[in-house]
């Protein structure tokens, strides 16, 4: 199905009031259950991304439906300057019982992007609360994607999503992310791995550590870099230099938590304990929007103390937003529904590492879980990058999309050249659904290079 405008009675592209990025219009949705979508068409999808890697969970569970429905029935607002809720207080406890360590006082906001901003912030506070004003920095890494708003936008390393606003934010000192596979050297990955670890201490170092406040990291890349996941080593050094240096280690898990990758956090496969955690996305499973920020009682007691947290949205700890997380949470526990996503992924990185065979412009396979990508490029070898002219990111996800496969893809290197394809479908699907994304994946990859001559 190609993207065209809906048509009006008259056959001409009806105009909309409604607009986002750009020019282009998707048929109107109809329905959507399990791990397929249909329009009002009647045309069906697989939902190979799970939208932006959100529907953990698939569309239309009957038990988050009616955990829905019954909580739409008692109450959809409270202002929580007027009243607490049970389904917040509850889901609460719930997200502290899956965290690792000390990770046990929940915060509720409606997104990925509240979630991280809301880590910042709290971070600074602490720092205010416990004697140490002059941290403020908070290195990220480069490539990386924290959201669009203008706090989390300073800590992004994405071009085209930051160049327009750089004079109006304030832009975090960033460190390259571990993109060890482009390295050509004669080190070992956990070596690799460990040297990307230490530019963290030199950067800590040029910026002053007095004014360093935290690093931000996603502990497996999301859109910006592709899954991207760092060799072993690098996870534990990180934190060992955050430590060292007394600064905060926030885990922006927006993408990759609530056992996206296999484990409930993509932390728990090295046993990393952040200090402040960010979720969204699968963590209610599309069904309301949804995030927290989850903080230990040793950052947000002070922060208390000291007067409070002079942060927050109107809409956090909805209780219907809440009710859906609830019941997605107990569904994804109760059937198992991380290790399936443990077993399907490790399926699916092989599925993914087979194409490389007929597709020699395949230049990297990667993820973790249901967190997996493919790099498009000129010559595995050098992993030189696809002319940009044939925005391979996009014409492939086109095709997939006219052989009613969605998949999500973006430009890998900042944003401004190489190409990756995320397959990450939700935590739900089958093997035998896993045969049919991959008979449309790889009849949308031929026709890709049957027309860019690859
Ligand atoms: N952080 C990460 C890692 C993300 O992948 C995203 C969204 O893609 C965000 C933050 C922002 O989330 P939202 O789009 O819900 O604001």
Not at 65 to 72: D, H, P, S, V, Y
Not at 92 to 119: I, K, Q, W
Not at 130 to 153: D, F, V
Request: proline share 7%; aromatic share 8%.
């Amino acid at each position: 199905m190609t993207a065209t405008a809906p048509k009006s009675a008259t056959g001409k592209p009806r105009p909309s009031h409604l607009f986002y990025q750009g020019r282009q219009r998707r048929p109107l949705i109809d329905r959507a259950e399990g791990i397929y979508m249909w329009d009002v068409h009647g045309r069906r999808y697989l939902d190979g991304s799970s939208g932006a890697m959100v529907t953990n969970l698939g569309h239309s569970n009957p038990r988050v439906l009616a955990a829905m429905r019954e909580q739409m029935d008692k109450a959809t607002f409270a202002y929580r300057l007027h009243f607490e809720n049970e389904p917040a207080e509850a889901l609460a406890a719930e997200v502290a019982r899956e965290m690792p360590g000390d990770l046990d006082r929940v915060f509720f906001v409606s997104g990925g992007s509240e979630a991280t901003e809301s880590c910042l912030k709290m971070a600074r506070n602490w720092a205010l609360a416990t004697g140490q004003p002059k941290r403020w920095k908070i290195i990220s890494r480069y490539p990386s994607y924290h959201g669009s708003t203008m706090g989390a936008l300073g800590v992004t390393g994405y071009d085209p999503l930051t160049e327009p606003y750089a004079p109006m934010m304030v832009e975090m000192p960033k460190i390259p992310a571990p993109t060890c596979y482009l390295d050509r050297d004669n080190h070992s990955m956990e070596e690799r791995g460990r040297r990307y670890a230490d530019m963290l201490t030199e950067r800590i170092e040029r910026e002053g550590p007095e004014s360093v406040l935290a690093f931000i990291m996603e502990p497996v890349g999301g859109a910006s870099t592709g899954a991207l996941v760092a060799p072993d080593s690098y996870y534990g050094r990180v934190r060992e230099i955050c430590d060292r240096y007394g600064i905060l280690l926030i885990y922006d898990e927006v993408m990759s938590g609530a056992g996206r990758t296999g484990r409930f956090l993509g932390a728990d496969h090295w046993g990393i304990v952040p200090d402040l955690v960010a979720l969204s996305k699968g963590f209610a499973s599309g069904y309301a929007p949804l995030g927290a920020m989850v903080a230990p009682p040793r950052l947000v007691e002070p922060v208390l103390d000291a007067g409070g947290f002079p942060h927050g949205h109107t809409y956090a700890g909805n209780p219907l937003a809440c009710a859906a997380g609830r019941a997605v949470l107990r569904e994804i526990l109760e059937n198992d529904l991380i290790a399936n996503a443990a077993a399907r992924g490790d399926s699916l990185l092989t599925r993914l590492e087979g194409l490389k065979a007929r597709f020699p412009f395949i230049g990297d396979v990667r993820g973790k879980g249901l967190l997996t990508a493919i790099e498009l490029v000129a010559d595995a070898e050098t992993m030189q990058v696809l002319p940009p002219e044939l925005n391979a990111y996009a014409r492939v996800v086109e095709l997939a999309y006219e052989r009613g496969l969605i998949v999500y893809s973006r430009r890998t290197r900042g944003g401004r050249e190489g190409d990756h394809i995320m397959v990450c479908p939700p935590l739900i699907v089958t093997e035998e659904q896993l045969d049919e994304l991959f008979e449309s994946f790889t009849d949308a990859l031929a026709a890709f290079a049957r027309e860019a001559g690859l």
